[in-house]
């Protein structure tokens, strides 16, 4: 799904946390969300998510307003997803899709029932959790949880995927594999994604964009009073010729996080 961000603003009282956000996003884009803490990149996830909504400017998804609703086009990960303890992994998975296709009888019967399985076994394999179904989140790693987390997710094919942090407590092994993971679903599915990350690195690495978020405003009398924008949007398309250019960039945005550009 395409994504159109018009004139944006999200205020919270008198805390202006974003404002002036403007940019179009096309269909599979990778974009890497990036920016100091506090800066409003979960903020404008939830917007995306419609579990908050703009307070000035629209968004439209496949050129239309987005709904007012969270709906099965756009599913999101979290850092620690709480996945649910009392269910197994299939169960966690199974109750991810009966909850998309009929979230008022909650339950799937029959042969809807044993599709819905055979969809859900699939998603869990491609996570690489195929000897696991069974098995509760208690007794699975982190980085286990975190791919039944992602398997939730994507079983509902979400056109638009939403990762907020989502390696982020990952040791640096299986936050390997989940990267070459993560790019293969997003190859295979053609999802247009939003990932944060304080990883700069791996933001650099995986996406096809980087989006970074800071004020390009402040008063120090009223630090409310101005929120932050989009300060770099870097296409990284032909990042394996460009090598200087995306270094100078990174350092560019370490800097600014630093505090030292302003
Ligand atoms: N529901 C809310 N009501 C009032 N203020 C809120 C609400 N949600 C977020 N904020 C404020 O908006 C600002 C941005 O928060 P947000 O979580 O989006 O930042 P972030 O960039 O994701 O931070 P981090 O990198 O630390 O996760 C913060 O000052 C936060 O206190």
Known sequence: MSLVVENVWKEYGDQVVLERLN?????????????????????????LLAMEQPTRGKILLDGKPLPDEPGPDRGIVFQRYSVFPHLTVLENVLLGLEFERSPFLGRFFGAERRRAIGEARACIASVG??????????????????????????????????????????????????????LKLWQEEGMTVFMITHDLSEGFE???????????????????????????????????????????WRRAILERQAGLVH
């Open 23 to 47: 940019f179009e996003v096309p269909t599979g884009e990778f974009c890497a969300v990036v920016g100091p803490s506090g800066c409003g990149k979960t903020t404008f996830l939830r917007m």
């Open 129 to 182: 959790l195929e000897h696991a179904f069974d098995k509760y989140p208690a007794e699975l790693s982190g980085g286990m949880q975190q791919r039944l987390a992602i398997a939730q997710t994507l079983a509902r094919k979400p056109k638009v995927l939403l990762l907020d942090e989502p390696f982020g407590a990952l040791d640096p092994g299986t936050k390997a594999q989940m990267h070459d993971l993560l």
């Open 206 to 248: 995986l996406a096809t964009r980087v989006l970074s978020f800071d004020k390009v405003r402040r008063d120090p009398q009223a630090p409310n009073a101005y929120g932050a924008t989009v300060v770099y949007d870097l296409p990284l398309d032909e990042k394996a010729y460009r090598k200087p250019i995306v270094e100078r």
